[in-house]
């Protein structure tokens, strides 16, 4: 009856939650004219008025959250890479560092700031349900009038940038480090911003961030409000006689109503019937939609899921889906009779493919075949595409596609974030990166489960095997060798000296017409050279400096950057590729064929001066 009562006095104001029904069970028989002086006027403590006096004092608390300004000092280096501002836990940790950071991000939001709805979600990794409480007490400190949570804080990068589309938000905060390693003791941590398309800040907006991290004196902050995130449900605060609310949300479904509306899950599902199919989560985020997916909707067994748990420190491993990192998987596939193998990152962005017998699609060749077969999948029969992006350091097997099937073809800077005037303005509905990115305008993040339904529904529907996909498709347009060698966490200054030397041998001239020969004997004569700038076609933008590309006679090619994707040190990243139109060619050893100029980008780079690394980290 008191709740009955004090909701049909407060429901115009604003809707119960767990909170007031605790503070209404306490108060309800403890009030007393001594604690209520000085606070309301009170002139009879009848029976008839206890519930108006209850839903006073609760009110008059709930109005009574305080927002409190907290002196902070700057912290140098809160710079955004190309994918938010990424950092070992024990920075993150460091008192004040992770509000300043979080308050520089609502600040760059400018007017679009006050009365905001933002979506918040994370990877599940250390630190996440920490970050989650701040950006909660922050943002209702700061005018945000609506935040969305992902329940427990889970929630992938894709998932979040359809709940934002779907949602209409302003944006959405993101709570991970992508592909890199997690956990208290040596891992890392990132916050990065995505904007009301659904997609990643773009360089003015990380800018401004940065700016302000630079200057910031004091943060905003609502210290005494507890929200439990762990439950889905709605909960409203007033702050400043404003309602801020917080609806806790699980993503899953969303996400799997999304790509229900894109592939034909009857058609897939028949086929899993025939084929066995092994998923690795690597014990990121996509672990309860991988079996949400592929388990509950598809009908694969429990046998076709590796490392589904969500682990803080992804279970002491690097949630990267490469050759290296995902090993368990490339074993496994190569031991068994499965068909079809992925893998996903932490955030659930990234993949890799792999056929039978642990046959590995290169990141370039798989986004060459699904712009390949778009017409295979519903939503493309739906929505044709009229055009394709690929970052500059991957091959250009999507570019010959793009070509024969009369479509434009784009090439961008590294960072999803340069694909989002091409999708915004229609002019492309396929991306991809060679660093296992790949999407479509579904969302505006490369999308991990989004590639590996898309592989299944070309087997599904042409009912051919993976190698034997890929074999039509070079006997069709021929071959791309492609490789990435990844020296990790190599000390920043020598690095950077190999790039300014490097930069230096680029600019000259004179070493156009040169000719470097490999220790096989095998000659390559330099065509041109340059460093990858960009012009992008929708705002006129300029990016710089993305890259020092040399181009051989021969139609290879080399590129050297420096990642932005790492949390401390440097990582050189090196491409190699080559185009082979021979058919007798096209099925040899990837290694075998680019040994050569492999050798002669190490000459040119010298390479292994500088760092001290006689071999990669990682090999793609």
Not at 216 to 243: A, E, M, S
């Amino acid at each position: 009856r008191v709740k009955a009562l004090f909701m049909s006095l407060t429901q115009k104001r604003t809707s119960i939650n767990a909170y007031q029904e605790f503070e209404v069970a306490r108060l309800q028989v403890r009030l007393s004219d001594k604690f209520l002086e000085g606070q309301f006027e009170v002139t009879e403590f009848k029976s008839q008025n206890r519930i108006f006096l209850w839903s006073k004092l609760l009110l008059f608390k709930m109005s009574g959250l305080s927002i409190k300004v907290v002196e902070t000092q700057v912290f140098p280096g809160q710079k955004p890479g190309t994918s938010g501002l990424r950092k070992k836990v024990a920075e993150f940790l460091q008192e004040h560092y992770m509000e300043n950071f979080i308050q520089c991000t609502l600040e760059a939001m400018g007017q679009d700031l006050p009365g905001s709805t933002l979506v918040v979600g994370g990877d599940g990794r250390y630190g996440v349900p920490l970050a989650v409480d701040k950006i909660i007490k922050m943002s209702a400190a700061n005018q945000v009038s609506k935040l969305i949570v992902a329940k427990d804080g889970i929630m992938s990068t894709p998932a979040l940038s359809n709940v934002i589309r779907k949602a209409k938000t302003t944006g959405g905060i993101i709570l991970t480090a992508s592909h890199n390693p997690g956990g208290e003791n040596g891992g890392d941590f990132g916050i990065k911003f995505n904007c009301a398309n659904g997609g990643p800040a773009p360089t003015d907006f990380t800018d401004k961030i940065y700016q302000l991290s630079t200057t910031l004196k004091t943060y905003k902050i609502c210290p005494d409000l507890t929200c439990d995130f762990t439950k889905v449900g709605n909960h409203v605060f007033q702050v400043n006689d404003k309602d801020f609310s917080v609806d806790v949300i699980d993503s899953i479904d969303d996400y799997v109503e999304m790509m229900k509306g894109i592939f034909d899950f009857p058609l897939i599902k028949d086929h899993l019937t025939n084929v066995k199919v092994l998923i690795n989560s690597m014990h990121g985020v996509t672990g309860p939609y991988v079996e949400r997916i592929f388990g509950t909707e598809l009908g694969a067994p429990q046998d076709s899921f590796l490392k589904t748990t969500i682990l803080p420190d992804f279970g002491g491993g690097h949630p990267d889906p490469n050759l290296t990192y995902a090993a368990d998987l490339v074993q496994v596939m190569a031991d068994s009779d499965y068909a079809f193998g992925a893998a996903f990152d932490g955030d659930g962005d990234r993949n890799m493919i792999l056929g039978a017998q642990a046959f590995f699609v290169t990141p370039c060749d798989s986004l060459a075949v699904i712009a390949n077969n778009l017409e295979c999948i519903p939503y493309f029969q739906k929505n044709p595409a009229h055009g394709y992006a690929r970052s500059m350091p991957t091959s250009a097997a999507l570019d010959r596609v793009a070509q024969a099937k009369g479509k434009e073809c784009f090439e961008t800077p590294t960072g999803w974030k340069f694909f989002g005037n091409l999708l915004d303005a229609g002019r492309i509905a396929l991306c991809g990166e060679e660093s296992f990115g790949t999407g479509s305008d579904h969302i505006r993040e490369k999308d991990g489960i989004w590639a590996a339904l898309a592989w299944l529904q070309i087997l599904a529907s042409k009912k051919q095997s993976v190698e034997q996909v890929l074999k039509d498709h070079w006997s069709t347009y021929g071959r791309n060798f492609f490789t990435r060698y990844d020296y990790e966490n190599c000390e920043s200054g020598p690095c950077q000296d190999m790039i300014d030397e490097l930069q230096k041998f680029v600019d000259d001239l004179g070493n156009i017409g040169k000719t470097y020969t490999s220790s096989s004997g095998k000659s390559f004569t330099i065509s041109k050279m340059d460093n990858f700038q960009y012009t992008d076609p929708i705002d006129q933008s300029v990016t710089k400096n993305q890259g020092l590309r040399i181009f051989f006679q021969d139609g290879s090619r080399i590129v050297m950057r420096l990642s932005g994707t790492g949390s401390s040190g440097a990582t050189v990243r090196m491409y190699v590729d080559t185009y082979e139109s021979e058919a007798a060619n096209q099925l040899k050893s990837a290694a075998d064929m680019l040994a050569p100029c492999i050798d002669v980008a190490l000459q040119i780079s010298q390479l292994p001066k500088f760092t001290g690394r006689n071999e990669p980290t990682v090999i793609t």
